[in-house]
């Protein structure tokens, strides 16, 4: 059963069920497991988002996730759905009083079953070491803030992998620090606040970044301070080799660095706005970013270029992420007559427009887009706007990335469903979202402000915006210059906006704004052998697998 709503001139269905090429999802279980209480003096609520825990125990690998909400933060075992709704949730529920917990992450290479270490960064700055199963609270950092004041919230909070005490941490004021749990400071003066501030050292400094160090009396690096000058860094992830740091902020940059030597090794700017969330595929050749430009833009590490725009969303982006049990091998269209293969990635997106999005990548339907100037040159000066009406619209359709023509034979067993579904189906569904005329309208302007010799009122507004200074170049190619990549589904599931994604060897997991938590199912066929090797490998190179840093 769907729910239909009135959006624009057109009902939109709130779905419960749909297809994919494998198969058919279905709604399992939406629950709100927390209502809204009196919320602490802050002016915007953190974000919810979701965790996912593998525990390895005797009968199995047992799965269980950390979810935040207002001022609660919840441990909860999702083997069972139905202790989803028994008595506020079966392991625990833990409510700050003054604050509230906007992220947290759980040492992977130190857990056991009776112990966890777990990071969680708050609204005023401070960040608390627990250990979950029994609430423990062990340290507390920047406890008298001391190293950031308490107007700046922690936007990110990550484990170093591979570490048993080294963990990252990101403000909204562009700073983040190194800090370790065997050296931790806490300043017992009584002087004011700005005087009780910690002094850090310039270290390194590098193109918009400095890198600082503070000392205690030891002379050991006890901290380390990264400023990035960039905004509010909204989200940092670890590549699967634990060798780069991927970083995105408010300025719109993805930022690469190279974590051992904290050398700034690549970057890439949003097309306008800023960045909001990454995420690295499975074997670190590529970083998929999702910000307030409505875009997905995917990035390769090896060519440091963007390689492709998934266009869609019709709002921001609020969190992108790898389905690492749909990572599959496929034949290449190059060299049908041999046994090379090539990886198809499949990848999630959800927005504030209430949309899933999955999508699906493969290195060899990646083609070159020529540009649209080369398209034009051998065109006359006097019959230049009909040439150019013309070639901008071949330049469009080949800009959408195709379909891989061996995609059937991954899945077989569904090739009826996808038979069905088609490639033009999606591509007539995604052609009549509103966001497609709002960016074919962004593409003509950004075309002719630079084909210009004056600047038009458009331009002027993106030159205002520090794109112009950098647009068509490698960090900000033109969006007719890149594959456009379509989705495979496109789906509205839900009424309030979309916070989060997490995928499972079972189910699809989404948290909506409102603290409601849907579990799709996936399709019954039973998952590739090379699917579950690429997972469990994943699983390895969160935490466990690198080597110390």
Request: one cysteine or more; proline letters at 4%; hydrophobic letters at 35%.
């Amino acid at each position: 059963m769907s729910t239909v709503l009135s959006c624009g001139v057109r009902e939109v269905e709130v779905k419960q069920h749909f297809r994919a090429p494998e198969g058919l999802y279905k709604l399992e279980h939406a629950s709100k497991l927390a209502q809204s209480s009196v919320a602490p003096k802050i002016s915007k609520l953190p974000t919810p988002k979701l965790t996912l825990l593998p525990i390895n125990t005797a009968i199995g690998v047992k799965h269980k996730i950390i979810y935040n909400f207002a001022k609660d933060l919840f441990l909860l075992d999702v083997s069972d759905i139905q202790k989803l709704d028994e008595d506020k949730l079966a392991l625990g529920r833990h409510t700050f009083k003054d604050r509230c917990p906007t992220c947290y992450d759980v040492n992977l290479f130190t857990r056991s079953n009776g112990s966890l270490q777990l990071l969680i960064g708050t609204t005023d700055g401070q960040v608390f070491l627990v250990n979950p199963v029994k609430w423990d609270f062990v340290k507390v950092y920047n406890e008298d803030y001391c190293i950031e004041p308490s107007e700046n919230s922690i936007t990110s909070v990550k484990w170093v992998p591979g570490s048993e005490t080294d963990f990252l941490v990101s403000y909204t004021s562009g700073n983040m620090y190194t800090f370790t749990t065997t050296h931790y400071t806490r300043n017992n003066t009584t002087a004011n606040a700005a005087d009780a501030m910690l002094t850090f050292n310039l270290t390194k400094q590098g193109d918009s970044f400095n890198i600082l160090a503070y000392r205690g009396k030891s002379r050991i690096k006890e901290i380390l301070k990264w400023e990035l000058k960039c905004g509010t860094i909204h989200e940092f992830v670890f590549s699967p080799d634990c060798k780069h740091l991927a970083i995105v902020s408010q300025d719109g940059f993805l930022r690469v660095f190279d974590y051992s030597s904290q050398d700034l090794v690549a970057a890439m700017r949003s097309y306008f706005g800023g960045l909001t969330c990454v995420c690295w595929s499975p074997d670190g050749r590529y970083i998929v970013t999702g910000g307030e430009d409505d875009l997905i833009t995917v990035w390769s590490l090896s060519l440091q270029r963007v390689i492709a725009r998934g266009e869609g969303h019709r709002s921001w982006v609020t969190m992108v992420s790898f389905d690492p049990y749909m990572y599959t091998q496929a034949q290449s269209d190059a060299s049908e007559s041999t046994d090379k293969t090539v990886p198809v990635y499949r990848f999630g997106s959800v927005g504030q427009d209430t949309f899933l999005f999955l999508w699906e990548l493969c290195e060899d339907s990646l083609e070159p887009v020529s540009s649209w100037r080369s398209c034009s040159s051998t065109s006359s000066q006097s019959g230049k706007q009909s040439s150019s009406h013309n070639n901008k619209d071949n330049t469009f359709a080949s800009n959408t990335m195709p379909r891989h023509k061996s995609r059937d034979k991954i899945s077989s067993s569904s090739s009826s469903n996808t038979k069905k579904m088609g490639h033009n189906k999606i591509s007539d569904s995604t052609n009549t979202l509103p966001h497609r005329n709002r960016l074919s309208k962004l593409r003509h302007l950004v075309k002719h402000s630079h084909s210009d010799n004056h600047l038009s009122d458009g331009a002027n507004f993106i030159k205002n915006m520090q794109c112009y200074t950098i647009l068509d170049t490698i960090k900000v190619p033109r969006l007719y210059e890149v594959p456009r990549l379509d989705p495979i589904i496109c789906k509205r599931v839900s009424l309030e906006r979309l916070s989060c994604i997490v995928f499972t060897p079972s189910h699809i997991m989404m948290s909506c704004v409102d603290g409601i938590i849907q579990m799709w199912a996936r399709p019954p066929e039973p998952l590739s052998q090379s699917s579950s090797v690429s997972s469990l490998s994943q699983d390895i190179r969160q935490h466990g697998s690198c080597s110390k840093i």
